[in-house]
């Protein structure tokens, strides 16, 4: 599409966003992939508290590694492309496909965990028809953006259809499914995720604002080049190293309240240590707060 209404040359610009967030869609894929066989067989048993609970959990799971890629990419992709291809035009150009991108896998990751729900289910059929529409509005979208507006455009019109298609269907057919109504699954898969993620911007805006990148890359860029490394490269080694840190204080300021949030009771004993586990456990489901109602 981009080679098509603009310039293959474009393509150089857009093809590293691109590869980023199709690998870490492909690991989100994975997280889920016991959803499939799971639901499968809840509802060969007619279980419905457990295909509500493992559909509601897998989305806040997903939506919140969502969120921290997202966000990661927004407040640390312009220094990570920067570092990464040093070359300032391609700096300019990718972050804004990058953001848009990135901004498209707060529904693209998460939908699937509705796609495995939804497949385990037998609604196949349901999940052809939305592919369809979503194809067909993607390539509406971004014809519609890429000539006014250029590379931004083109992902623009990717991360629209996600939420013109996919975030505004799945939820009803899963829901539907599952027997929920649909502001209720929609309040218990998200809410607590959206309050996980506004607390992580927080963390982000501060720590961006208060730690720039060359507190301990110019340091380090001493150390390294003592290996007889040279100062470009022992720079570049630095600043990434020092980004990796920067986005890794950010995951551990979002993991309390993902972990007291977003996971119920039973999730949660799964990280106790062994011995602090009582020899029955409850059955699982939600916390009594979140159950579905029939």
Same mark, same amino acid.
């Given at each position: 599409?981009v080679?098509?209404?603009?310039?293959? #040359?474009?393509l150089g610009?857009?093809?590293?966003?691109?590869s980023?967030?199709?690998?870490?869609?492909?690991?989100?894929?994975?997280?889920?992939?016991?959803?499939?066989?799971?639901?499968?067989?809840a509802?060969?048993?007619s279980?419905?508290?457990?295909?509500?609970?493992?559909?509601?959990?897998?989305?806040?799971?997903?939506?919140?590694?969502?969120?921290f890629?997202?966000?990661?990419s927004?407040?640390?992709?312009?220094?990570?492309i920067?570092?990464?291809?040093?070359?300032?035009?391609?700096?300019?150009?990718?972050?804004?496909?990058?953001?848009?991108?990135?901004?498209?896998?707060?529904v693209?990751?998460?939908?699937?965990?509705? #796609?495995?729900?939804?497949?385990? +289910?037998?609604q196949?059929q349901?999940?052809?028809?939305?592919?369809?529409?979503e194809?067909?509005?993607t390539?509406?979208l971004?014809?519609?953006?890429?000539?006014?507006?250029?590379?931004?455009?083109?992902?623009?019109?990717?991360l629209?259809?996600?939420?013109?298609?996919?975030?505004?269907?799945?939820?009803?057919?899963?829901?539907?499914?599952?027997?929920?109504?649909?502001?209720?699954?929609?309040?218990?898969?998200?809410?607590r995720?959206a309050?996980?993620?506004?607390? #992580?911007?927080v963390?982000?805006?501060?720590?961006?604002?208060?730690w720039?990148?060359?507190?301990?890359?110019?340091?380090?860029?001493?150390?390294?080049?003592?290996?007889?490394?040279?100062?470009?490269?022992?720079?570049?080694?630095?600043?990434?190293?020092?980004?990796?840190?920067?986005?890794a204080?950010?995951?551990?300021?979002?993991?309390?309240?993902?972990?007291?949030?977003?996971?119920?009771?039973?999730?949660r004993?799964?990280?106790?240590?062994?011995w602090?586990k #009582?020899a029955?456990?409850?059955?699982?489901s +939600?916390?009594s707060?979140e159950?579905?109602?029939n």
């Amino acid at each position: 599409m981009v080679g098509f209404l603009l310039n293959p #040359t474009q393509l150089g610009f857009y093809a590293p966003a691109a590869s980023l967030t199709s690998r870490v869609q492909t690991v989100g894929n994975g997280m889920v992939g016991f959803l499939l066989p799971s639901m499968s067989r809840a509802q060969a048993k007619s279980d419905l508290p457990t295909m509500r609970r493992m559909s509601i959990l897998s989305i806040r799971i997903l939506l919140c590694f969502a969120m921290f890629i997202s966000i990661a990419s927004v407040f640390f992709g312009r220094e990570f492309i920067r570092i990464w291809l040093d070359n300032p035009d391609f700096t300019e150009k990718t972050y804004p496909v990058l953001v848009f991108l990135s901004l498209a896998l707060l529904v693209r990751i998460p939908s699937a965990a509705v #796609t495995s729900s939804l497949a385990g +289910l037998g609604q196949v059929q349901l999940l052809a028809n939305r592919a369809m529409l979503e194809a067909g509005t993607t390539v509406v979208l971004q014809l519609a953006l890429a000539v006014p507006f250029g590379l931004p455009g083109v992902a623009a019109g990717l991360l629209i259809s996600q939420f013109l298609v996919v975030a505004a269907l799945q939820p009803q057919y899963l829901a539907k499914a599952i027997e929920m109504p649909v502001r209720s699954f929609l309040s218990q898969s998200l809410a607590r995720p959206a309050v996980a993620g506004l607390l #992580t911007v927080v963390a982000a805006a501060t720590l961006t604002r208060f730690w720039p990148i060359g507190v301990l890359a110019d340091p380090l860029t001493t150390w390294i080049g003592m290996l007889g490394i040279r100062d470009s490269i022992a720079n570049r080694v630095a600043q990434l190293f020092e980004l990796g840190i920067q986005v890794a204080v950010v995951g551990a300021a979002m993991f309390p309240p993902v972990f007291f949030l977003c996971l119920d009771r039973d999730a949660r004993s799964a990280f106790r240590p062994k011995w602090r586990k #009582t020899a029955t456990p409850p059955p699982a489901s +939600l916390d009594s707060t979140e159950r579905g109602t029939n």
